[in-house]
């Protein structure tokens, strides 16, 4: 058992000693530039990414700026309307007044009229 023990640890000593040692300095260099040029595609490619994503809400934005525009043209154009409709229907009462005010002006003139030619006649000529 003792000697399994010293073993193992004795393995495990030579794996931290091998796994401590620095790689050769010819595969850092060579690997470098291909790492670098990966990473710059990559960064590349999420900036064209958020450029898109940016385009997009941009492009949204102006979607509901459009619509909602649109929105208060038709309200406004739906209150010119009705406001319109309210005038006419006011100008058609004022007209009606106006043709009955008239009318009983003349049977009042009209009786008056009367009155004054049958005041006349009853009157006798002197």
Do not use: Y
């Not at 979607?63 to 309210?86: C, F």
């Amino acid at each position: 058992m003792k000697k399994t023990i010293a073993t193992l640890i004795a393995g495990l000593f030579a794996t931290a000693a091998f796994a401590a040692q620095t790689p050769a300095t010819t595969t850092p260099t060579a690997t470098t530039p291909a790492v670098a040029k990966a990473e710059a595609k990559q960064e590349k490619q999420a900036a064209k990414a958020e450029v898109k994503e940016t385009k997009a809400a941009a492009k949204a934005d102006v979607k509901e700026a459009k619509a909602d525009a649109k929105a208060e043209v038709k309200e406004a154009k739906a209150d010119a309307k009705e406001t319109k409709e309210a005038a006419k229907a006011d100008v058609k009462v004022a007209k009606a007044e106006h043709k009955v005010a008239k009318t009983h002006h003349k049977a009042a003139v009209k009786a008056e009229a009367h009155k004054d030619t049958t005041v006349a006649a009853a009157t006798p000529a002197k």
